[in-house]
C-alpha cells in the first residue's frame, strides 16, 4: 500500500512539474542556505584554531597590566625588565623564554618605506613562535649580546621594500639606526586576530633597546612550556615569580596578564561557535517558510481534488489512506527539495570557502540534520491538508465542481 501511495505522489508531482518545483524551491533554499552557514561558520573556527596554532607550541604570553582593568590602567603598569627573564627562566616547566621589546615603526629603504612591527628578542625566539628563516641566518648569540645592528624581516617586508631584489647584506633604516638584513622569514600567514605576521622586522633586543626605544623596558614574554607538563601549572608558577618581583600585595590585583594560547582558542573558538549558531538559526528561518508554502499548495490541491477523493471514499477508501496520500504527497516534496538543497549548499559552502580563502568544512551531521528536518517539515505542514482531505464528507465532494 505504502509503494502504491508513494507512487501515486510522484506521479501527482510530475503531473504538476512547475507548481511543484516552486513549492519545493522553499525547501531548497532553506536547507541550502542552512548548510552554508553552517560550514561557512565551522570553517571560520577551524581557520581561527589552525592561525592560533601558528602561534607556536605550549605557549605562553606575559604582558604588563591586567586585562580586567579597564582601558588605560595596562599603560600605567610598569614595563618588565631583562632581569624578569632569567628569573622566569628558572619556573618549572619553562622550556624556552624570549623577552620581546616592539614598536610599530617606520622602515626605509632607498626611496621606499612602510610601516612594520619591529621587534627587539633573542634567538629564542624563532623556535617558541615556529617561525623558520628561508634566506640567510638569524643573528648569533654572540650578536645579540653585543648588541650588533643587524636584523631578519619577514616575507611581507622583504616584498615591499625589495621586491625582487636579494635583501641579504643591504642596509634599512629604523629611525637613526642603520640595521644590516642578514635575513629573511619563511612566510607564516595572518594571525588569528587578521595582523600579517611577515610585516616584521626582528633584531637583536639590545640592539632595539639601547639605539631605537633608547629605554631597558621589556613589553612582553614569550614561554614554551614542556610537553609533559600542563599549561596552567607553568601560568601559575610565572604569576607566583612576578608578584614577587614586582611587590604585589597578597590580595592585590596583577598588573600583568599570563595567557595561553588554549585560553585565546577556547575563547575565539566559543564566539565562532555562537555565530556559527546564529546564523545556522536564521537560515533556519526559510525552512519554516518553505514549509508554509508547502502546506498552502497542498491545500490548493485538496481543494482541486476534492471530486477526486469523493470518488475514492465512495468505493471504499478509508479516510487514514486518504490522509496517507496527501501526507506523502507533502513528504516527497519537502524530501526532493532537502536533496537538492544540500546540494545547492555544499556547493555554496565551497564557493564561499574558496572566496574567503578558509577551510572547507562540511560536517555529515549538518547535512543529515537538514535533511531530516525537512522531511519533519513535510510531516508537519503536510498533516493539516491531508487532514482536511480526509474528513471530506463524499457526498459533499461528489458535488464539488
Not at 52 to 64: E, Q, R, S, Y
Not at 245 to 266: K, P, Y
Not at 275 to 287: H, K, N, W, Y
Amino acid at each position: 500500500m505504502f509503494w502504491s501511495t508513494l507512487l501515486m505522489a510522484l506521479q501527482e508531482i510530475r503531473r504538476n512539474a512547475l507548481r511543484s518545483f516552486l513549492t519545493m524551491l522553499g525547501m531548497v533554499i532553506g536547507v541550502g542556505a542552512v548548510i552554508t552557514l553552517v560550514s561557512v561558520g565551522q570553517g571560520t573556527t577551524a581557520q581561527v584554531t589552525a592561525d592560533i596554532a601558528k602561534m607556536g607550541k605550549n605557549l605562553v604570553m606575559v604582558f604588563p597590566g591586567s586585562g580586567h582593568r579597564r582601558s588605560g590602567t595596562a599603560a600605567s603598569a610598569p614595563p618588565f625588565r631583562n632581569e624578569d627573564s632569567v628569573a622566569l627562566a628558572a619556573v618549572q616547566g619553562v622550556e624556552a623564554i624570549a623577552p620581546l621589546a616592539a614598536g610599530n615603526l617606520l622602515v626605509v629603504y632607498g626611496n621606499k618605506n612602510e610601516s612594520t612591527q619591529v621587534m627587539g628578542t633573542t634567538t629564542a625566539y624563532l623556535g617558541i613562535r615556529e617561525y623558520a628563516v628561508e634566506q640567510g641566518r638569524m643573528f648569533s648569540v654572540s650578536e645579540e649580546h653585543a648588541g650588533r645592528p643587524v636584523c631578519v624581516i619577514g616575507a611581507t617586508t622583504r616584498e615591499d621594500l625589495f621586491g625582487s631584489q636579494d635583501p641579504i647584506g643591504e642596509s634599512i633604516r629604523i629611525q637613526r639606526l642603520s640595521c644590516q638584513v642578514i635575513g629573511v622569514l619563511a612566510s607564516k600567514g595572518q594571525s588569528a586576530g587578521g595582523q600579517d605576521q611577515d610585516k616584521v622586522v626582528l633584531m637583536p633586543l639590545l640592539t632595539f633597546q639601547r639605539r631605537v626605544a633608547g629605554t631597558p623596558d621589556v613589553s612582553s614574554f614569550f614561554v614554551t612550556a614542556a610537553d609533559e607538563i600542563d599549561t596552567s601549572r607553568v601560568i601559575s608558577g610565572i604569576a607566583s615569580v612576578l608578584r614577587e618581583r614586582r611587590r604585589i600585595a597578597s590580595g592585590a590585583t596583577d598588573d600583568f596578564t599570563v595567557r595561553d594560547t588554549a585560553e585565546i582558542a577556547q575563547a575565539v573558538t566559543a564566539a565562532t561557535s555562537s555565530m556559527t549558531a546564529l546564523l545556522g538559526a536564521i537560515a533556519a528561518v526559510s525552512l519554516i517558510v518553505g514549509g508554509i508554502g508547502i502546506m498552502n499548495i497542498m491545500l490548493v490541491s485538496v481543494t482541486e481534488r476534492t471530486r477526486e477523493i469523493g470518488i475514492r471514499i465512495a468505493i471504499g477508501a478509508l479516510g487514514r489512506e486518504v490522509m496517507l496520500q496527501f501526507l506523502v504527497e507533502s513528504v516527497v516534496l519537502s524530501v526532493l527539495g532537502g536533496l537538492i538543497g544540500v546540494l545547492f549548499g555544499v556547493l555554496g559552502a565551497y564557493g564561499v570557502s574558496r572566496g574567503l580563502s578558509m577551510p572547507f568544512v562540511v560536517s555529515p551531521e549538518t547535512i543529515l540534520l537538514a535533511f531530516v528536518v525537512s522531511a519533519l517539515i513535510g510531516v508537519v505542514f503536510g498533516y493539516l491538508p491531508a487532514r482536511k482531505a480526509a474528513r471530506l464528507e463524499p457526498i459533499e465532494a461528489l458535488r464539488h465542481e
